[in-house]
């Protein structure tokens, strides 16, 4: 069994306290990316360390760890080669790359090289479809590739090479990755300089310019409040609506003395619910599940829930068509509107009477549609 290091351990209780108190589970995830940072996978050590640290069984982080594809179950390569092998890539060549680098390193789908270097997938979609065929190197883009560029990249790595991806920062290893992933910076020296967007990013951006398109009041420096400063926010904004609000008129038993009715002050029938704040959200789910103010409630004391009321009759349908068609004209082609007036009768009367539109016995189940 692994034995994370300690600095580890203190990444986790700063992921752990990112989140309230009563929400640490939703961890997991960042949790996830830490120990396969560590190891290079979600070992069973890794899944027992995020149960442990996270007060979770084995099964519930296993469910997880298995659910995402980026969590992987097995020791993996330094760099994790990604080609997309989906409809726009694979029309444009991206079958062609992988089965060339599949040849060329002698491993097939989610192999590692037996140097450690490298482990290949083919993955269903890689979401830039306009820069197709792509692959990626831990997660980073390389945009329109051929079969031999492809292998380039693949031969700079294993010679220990990081070439530099076609958008975005430089190449890192996949461990490093992870790191980021979690929720940690990029320690490497410049890690950020270098690279940019590329052609169809930048026609987009261009577009928003040329037209005025703009995130409007949007500051990317506003710093993000910590949950007790949003409460007090909130408890201030809320008290300043309470004093501005106007008196209510009176309502309802106005000058008796008894107080009026819920449903005469707001026009709701459903019950009052305390505010959620200090709920779980298994009960704040439960008492939200309301139906809006103008819905009536059916376990409500003086409501009445319409019920469907009996179906028309044969006649009253039949009624209704020739209605439809009297205020419909034919089509330019001349043809009536609906079936011929004597096929709609004798279906009526094959109905009324039981049997079927060849005169069959419905109840006849040997299908020798024998007549009455």
Known sequence: MS???EETRDRAREIIARYPADRSRSALLPLLHLVQSE??????????FCAEVLGLNKAQVGAVATFYTMYKRKPTGEYLVSVCTNTMCDVLGGQAVYDTLAEHLGVGHEETTADGKITLEHAECLAACDYGPVMTVNY???D??????????????RNGGRPMPTRGAR???????AVQLAGFADERDGAVADGGPGEATLRGLRLAEQHGISVPGFDPKTPIRSKAEADRAAAEAKAKAEAEKPAPAPAGNAGTGAPAKPEAATGSTAPDVKAPD???PEVRAAETRQPDARTPVAEAPGTKVPTDGPAPGPRDAQAAQAAGEAANPPAGDGKPA??????????????????GA???DPADASGTGVRK
């Open 3 to 5: 034995v994370f290091t």
């Open 39 to 48: 190891e290079g996978y979600v070992s069973p050590a890794g899944v027992e």
């Open 140 to 142: 980073d883009f390389y």
């Open 144 to 157: 329109n590739v051929e079969p031999q560029g492809a292998l380039g990249v693949v031969e700079e790595l």
């Open 171 to 177: 190449l890192c290893t996949l461990k490093e990755m």
């Open 278 to 280: 200090d709920k779980s």
């Open 338 to 355: 609906g079936d011929a007036a004597d096929a709609q009768e004798r279906n009526l009367k094959d109905a009324e009477s039981g049997t």
């Open 358 to 360: 060849d005169g069959a």
